[in-house]
């Protein structure tokens, strides 16, 4: 109880915490909202499994380069220009995804919304694990909350357009606005941000052992979490039978569930080590997908929904931090490094288990998922982990 005290007492949030917490978030409502924009824009464009996944490939493919160069734009640029100069980028990528009327189109725009969102959210993690040194778990867990906030609103909105007969896209849209808007006001907040404190972005060498353990961690749980985003829609649609608008709506369950999962993911990890609470976000991750995926009636496939998101929602925020923990003054390199593991992840599972449905069935693909779960429990339940990073 003492060490969670510790930490609570060393972290404050003001503006630039709330600033970054905002900006993370809105880069996650538009990743978040991509499997349902793909089932509708599929739909229209007539497009396949292995089309739709390569936009899903793309934006992952983006990821994974921006954890390359990250730390080198960082270097040269400096964090907060870093952050808006990426952030512009971003807006870019999604105007030629909205504007695209045919797949290289749109595909491309994935690819840059993917590689600029990522390195937006490089400088903005490692302007907080900078700035709150130990108690960056609190922080990153937080920021991992809200980011969940805005991940839920996702599908409801472009659910909610579709059905009332506006046009998805204006969903889309609204990251541009409130990036204007916090281009317009935040400015002078992330200024000059972390430059008296440690300089995560100039400490170089090898990162730790420890460090890949969590990078291994970070590719298997990404890969189920946005498998079960970017596919979910169509499992409810084509398994669960429900309508395009109801499956596309209802997967607003699973990200509401990791909006709750993460908000008490960021009380606990005050009082409780980080080795304990991934145990038991892997039993119930696991459990609930299991659950979600072999459920004989959609009351059953919503609750696994429900669980599975409830587990899956601890296991990045966790890991990030245990991993940056391991490597404080590489903080920049660490984030930057975590990027390729996410990015990785979800530029082949998406596509794997979009491959495995053409020549399936989603039911028989989803079992890729289940096995990527089972995995995280391994890796969790027989790896030493350290008792709070």
């Known amino acids: ?63 994974l380069s921006a954890g390359t160069f990250g730390e080198r734009v960082m270097r040269k640029f400096g964090k907060p220009s870093t952050a808006w100069m990426a952030g512009t980028a971003l807006c870019g990528g999604i105007l030629v995804f909205l504007s695209g009327v045919n797949p290289i189109v749109t595909i491309l725009g994935c690819l840059i919304c993917g590689f600029n969102g990522s390195i937006m959210c490089q400088s903005l993690c490692t302007i907080m694990a900078d700035r709150f040194a130990e108690a960056r778990v609190i922080a990153i867990a937080e920021s991992n909350f809200v980011a969940s906030i805005f991940c839920s609103m996702a599908p409801f909105l472009i659910g909610t357009c579709y059905r009332t007969g506006l046009n998805w896209r204006i969903a889309i849209v609204l990251p541009i606005v409130l990036f204007l808007i916090f281009f317009m006001f935040g400015r002078p907040i992330i200024a000059g941000a972390n430059e008296s404190g440690p300089k995560g972005i100039q400490v170089t060498g090898k990162l730790p052992p420890f460090y890949w353990l969590c990078w291994l961690l970070v590719i298997f749980s990404v890969a189920s979490e946005w498998s079960i985003i970017y596919w979910g829609a169509d499992f409810l649609e084509k398994v669960a039978k429900l309508s395009k608008a109801d499956a596309t709506t209802d997967l607003t369950v699973f990200l509401i569930a990791m909006v709750f999962g993460r908000f008490v993911g960021s009380r606990l990890v005050r009082i409780y080590p980080t080795q304990l609470l991934l145990r038991c976000t892997s039993i119930l991750a696991l459990s609930g997908f299991l659950t979600f995926w072999l459920g004989n009636s959609v009351f059953v496939n919503i609750g696994g929904l429900v669980l599975a998101g409830l587990g899956v929602a601890n296991f990045y925020p966790l890991t990030l931090s245990a991993a940056i923990g391991s490597a404080p003054d590489q903080a920049g390199k660490a984030t930057s490094r975590m990027s390729i593991a996410s990015g990785g992840a979800t530029l082949f599972a998406p596509l794997l288990l979009g491959i495995f449905a053409e020549r399936s069935n989603i039911f028989s693909a989803y079992g890729l998922v289940a096995g990527l779960l089972s995995i995280c429990c391994v890796i969790v339940f027989l790896s030493k982990w350290q008792s709070r990073s």
Do not use: Q
């Open 1 to 63: 109880m003492s060490a969670g005290t510790s930490l609570s007492t060393k972290f404050v949030r003001d503006d630039l915490c709330w600033l970054v917490y905002l900006m993370i978030g809105n880069y996650c409502y538009l990743a978040a909202g991509m499997g349902p924009a793909m089932n509708l824009l599929s739909s229209e464009l007539h497009l396949s499994y292995s089309v739709s996944a390569l936009h899903f490939s793309a934006w992952s493919l983006g990821v």
